[in-house]
T-cell receptor
Framework: NAGVTQTPKFQVLKTGQSMTLQCAQD?????MSWYRQDPGMGLRLIHY???????DQGEVPNGYNVSRSTTEDFPLRLLSAAPSQTSVYFC??????????????FGNGTRLTVT | SQKIEQNSEALNIQEGKTATLTCNYT??????LQWYRQDPGRGPVFLLL?????KEKRKERLKVTFDTTLKQSLFHITASQPADSATYLC????????????FGQGTTLQVKP
């Protein structure tokens, strides 16, 4: 199993550009989520999904879109990048859909810089 | 809303000693609480999960306690080694069964030889 795979590892964008961060998991997990991690702020939940076709907002959803057309994939879209979106983005998955009763498996992150 | 507080100051200890890290939460008591380890440039890695009806959970040199009265979890590493140096994060559900797993800021542990 590859686990959770994120691409790209690094990305530099100009303000206003759009891009999609890819996330795929091969563990047949129902739950997938996106976090951003900033110095002094910890991990903050952006969006999450409890199954294909179902998404919901986390703590900091503004400026980001998600969709979940398959169990395996959960892409994160930045429609118009802003410098405030410079961060490290982590995708995570777990087999259970609620309550914190199963561990999250994380990818190794995408480091995004917006200039 | 639920808040998680971990000591943001780094914890420096000598090799062989026991490290104790604290995780406090503010509102409703979750049914589960999780601990993760994160190394620089990597994603967090799951370590332990403890249920509300478990006072203590152990895994090798790791021990986690969960006190719902104090709204606190303690994470212990016994016989610490330099390889234990990392940032440790606690996580729990934002509210009852929402699926929104939120994290504390993490505490960085430095074990000196």
């Amino acid at each position: 199993n590859a686990g959770v795979t994120q691409t790209p590892k690094f990305q530099v964008l100009k303000t206003g550009q759009s891009m999609t961060l890819q996330c795929a998991q091969d563990m047949n997990h129902e739950y997938m989520s996106w976090y951003r991690q900033d110095p002094g702020m910890g991990l903050r939940l952006i969006h999450y999904s409890v199954g294909a076709g179902i998404t919901d907002q986390g703590e900091v959803p503004n400026g980001y879109n998600v969709s979940r057309s398959t169990t395996e994939d959960f892409p994160l879209r930045l429609l118009s990048a802003a410098p405030s979106q410079t961060s490290v983005y982590f995708c995570a998955s777990s087999y259970s859909t609620g309550g914190g009763n199963s561990p999250l498996h994380f990818g190794n992150g995408t480091r995004l810089t917006v200039t | 809303s639920q808040k998680i507080e971990q000591n943001s100051e780094a914890l420096n200890i000598q090799e062989g000693k026991t490290a104790t890290l604290t995780c406090n939460y503010t509102n409703y008591s979750p049914a589960y609480l999780q601990w993760y380890r994160q190394d620089p440039g990597r994603g967090p890695v799951f370590l332990l999960l403890i249920r509300e009806n478990e006072k203590e959970k152990r895994k090798e040199r790791l021990k986690v306690t969960f006190d719902t009265t104090l709204k606190q979890s303690l994470f212990h590493i016994t016989a610490s080694q330099p390889a234990d140096s990392a940032t440790y994060l606690c996580a729990l559900d934002e509210a009852s069964n929402t699926g929104k797993l939120i994290f504390g800021q993490g505490t960085t542990l430095q074990v000196k030889p």
